[in-house]
Nanobody, 123 residues
């Protein structure tokens, strides 16, 4: 069993930066891939970024390429999402999820989800 808790969201002006954290409990966290997803009001949840268990493989949605960086520290059981050059359209609730890498980047949902953290970007 893995429990995930996101933090680091908040209100920021366009062009600003935020770093989201996803802290996990569970001895096997380092064996899971982790992804960040987001859901804006009235829209479906969408994939943002993924990282495999070792941190050696990452993947990004086109919307975040060049602006977002996903990383992990398995010693701290934490995954990060550094978001730079934020835009109003990045406003959403951001969720982290853990599971097989194929579920993070594929159609099947990952096994474990956090409760989300709100990111609001003002223009």
């Amino acid at each position: 069993q893995v429990q995930l808790v996101e933090s680091g969201g908040g209100l920021v002006q366009a062009g600003g930066s935020l770093r989201l954290s996803c802290a996990a409990s569970g001895r096997t966290f380092s064996s899971y891939a982790v992804g960040w997803f987001r859901q804006a009001p009235g829209q479906e949840r969408e994939f943002v970024a993924a990282i495999n268990w070792s941190g050696g493989i990452t993947s990004y949605a086109d919307s975040g390429k060049g602006r977002f960086t996903i990383s992990r520290d398995n010693a701290k059981n934490t995954v990060y999402l550094q978001m730079n050059s934020l835009k109003p359209e990045d406003t959403a609730v951001y969720y982290c999820a853990a599971g097989l890498y194929s579920t993070i980047v594929g159609l099947d949902p990952p096994e474990y989800w956090g409760q989300g953290t709100q990111v609001t970007v003002s223009s």
